[in-house]
Nanobody, 115 residues
Framework: QVQLVESGGGLVQPGGSLRLSCAAS????????MRWYRQAPGKERELVAF????????RYADSVLGRFTISRDNGKNTVSLQMNSLKPEDTAVYYC????????WGQGTRVTVSS
């Protein structure tokens, strides 16, 4: 059974940083690309970042390029999202997702950027 557990969210001031983590289980983690999505209040879920199976390739939404960094540890079955220079528009619930199991979602972790 695929399980994804996100953590690391919280309240941060504009310009601050947060590091999100996602612990994955129930599948062979290194076989799957991993994604971070976010959903802001009243908006559709959007793809934020993607990392390939071995971490050699990454892609980012234009809105976070240069500020967010996705990484993974295949030995620990975790994927992380380092978020710097946070803006109020980054406020959302953040979810990780496995490309091999796109219908499986965790509970998400809430990020609020506000002064």
């Amino acid at each position: 059974q695929v399980q994804l557990v996100e953590s690391g969210g919280g309240l941060v001031q504009p310009g601050g940083s947060l590091r999100l983590s996602c612990a994955a289980s129930g599948f062979t983690f290194s076989w799957s690309g991993m994604r971070w999505y976010r959903q802001a209040p009243g908006k559709e879920r959007e793809l934020v970042a993607f990392i390939t199976q071995l971490g050699a390739g990454t892609r980012y939404a234009d809105s976070v390029l240069g500020r967010f960094t996705i990484s993974r540890d295949n030995g620990k079955n975790t994927v992380s999202l380092q978020m710097n220079s946070l803006k109020p528009e980054d406020t959302a619930v953040y979810y990780c997702n496995a490309a091999l199991f796109p219908d499986n979602w965790g509970q998400g972790t809430r990020v609020t950027v506000s002064s």
